[in-house]
T-cell receptor, first 110, second 112 residues
């Protein structure tokens, strides 16, 4: 069966520090991969999606970047975090008739 | 488009009543739809899906209805329980881009 792992679950980072959130998928090949951000009490904002290794599409201009070094690995990064980067980050994968989310990372920038 | 700047609309229902959560989608080419439930602090969980060649699908206490004419999707929860309190998202799959687009979400609050 397919599973998605996202870590860490919570993270507190100082302003200006780097960020690396990792997401890996098991049990499927060549999935579409996504990073979303969700502010408290609000909907899902698509940040990046990837249809293959090294292929990244950015949906909104921001302080973050994404990379897909392997087929089932998706990484969200920042060189210098801003206070406004705080939020709940969700990784997801999809195949033609499936789409599943990770459990999310609560990022607090202080 | 995404309504990520808006607060989630809230639906309050009495425990034991039926709940109906609605979702409008914009792309007539969408051929597959999913409903998700998101509890506080967790990622969205798959509830039920439906393909565009169907107009109704039933699961355990949940039913999804699809009206392609008006591009409307609904999730019905029978005998709503406190554990059903969560945010519910619909998602549509664009059969051109094979990407999923998520609706803004609805917060379901179950009253005792």
């Amino acid at each position: 069966s397919q599973t998605i792992h996202q870590w860490p679950a919570t993270l507190v980072q100082p302003v200006g520090s780097p960020l690396s959130l990792e997401c890996t998928v098991e049990g499927t090949s060549n999935p579409n991969l996504y990073w979303y951000r969700q502010a408290a009490g609000r909907g899902l904002q698509l940040l990046f999606y990837s249809v293959g290794i090294g292929q990244i599409s950015s949906e909104v201009p921001q302080n973050l970047s994404a990379s897909r070094p392997q087929d089932r690995q998706f990484i969200l990064s920042s060189k210098k975090l801003l206070l406004s980067d705080s939020g709940f980050y969700l990784c997801a994968w999809s195949a033609p008739y499936e789409a599943f989310f990770g459990q999310g990372t609560r990022l607090t920038v202080v | 488009g995404e309504s990520v700047g808006l607060h989630l609309p809230t639906l309050s229902v009495q425990e034991g009543d039926n709940s109906i959560i609605n979702c409008a989608y914009s792309n007539s080419a969408s051929d597959y739809f999913i409903w998700y439930k998101q509890e506080s602090g967790k990622g969205p969980q798959f509830i039920i899906d439906i393909r565009s060649n169907m107009d109704k699908r039933q699961g355990q206490r949940v039913t999804v209805l699809l009206n392609k004419t008006v591009k409307h999707l609904s999730l019905q929860i029978a005998a709503t329980q406190p554990g059903d309190s969560a945010v519910y998202f619909c998602a549509e799959r664009d059969n051109y881009g094979q990407n999923f687009v998520f609706g803004p979400g609805t917060r379901l609050s179950v009253l005792p």
